[in-house]
């Protein structure tokens, strides 16, 4: 940031906030930044994270440092090339992703005849992504383990 003229202190201000595992003190450590006068909030951790910060403000623009779910299915945007709203930044896991994972793993390992991916069904977007996996471990000749 420097490179660019940023001076922490001088015409900067970087706050940060932790939860530290304590995912209950999330809705709070939220609030206090939308308190302060900040001009973008930078969300870490997944939708949740993401989703607590939307709900506190429609005004604050919100970048998400990764997304772990679908954050059209999830709601936070409206599509992923125009996402509306107050809400923009990056996702690791989209359908087209979960099925290339599986293209790449078979082309890597083109012997395996099992695959199997962990997933937490909480996150938005799972169900999407486990059927986009199966369907590429079938289309491949592999049996799909889902966990």
């Avoid at 910060?53 to 990764?66: C, E, L, R, S």
């Amino acid at each position: 940031m420097r490179e660019h003229g940023y001076i922490e202190g001088r015409n900067i201000v970087l706050e940060f906030r932790l939860a530290q595992g304590d995912y209950n003190a999330l809705p709070r450590l939220v609030s206090e930044l939308v308190s302060l006068p900040v001009d973008v909030l930078v969300t870490d951790g997944g939708p949740g994270v993401a989703k607590l910060a939307k709900d506190a403000t429609q005004q604050i623009p919100i970048v998400m440092g990764t997304s772990g779910g679908d954050p059209v299915a999830s709601g936070l945007v409206t599509s992923l090339s125009r996402p509306g709203g107050n809400v923009t930044g990056l996702t690791l896991m989209q359908r087209e992703l979960s099925a290339k994972r599986v293209d790449l793993l078979k082309a890597a390992l083109p012997n395996a005849r099992a695959i199997t991916v962990l997933m937490n069904p909480a996150n938005a977007g799972a169900e999407t992504n486990f059927h986009a996996s199966e369907e590429a471990a079938t289309h491949c000749g592999a049996r799909y383990h889902p966990h």
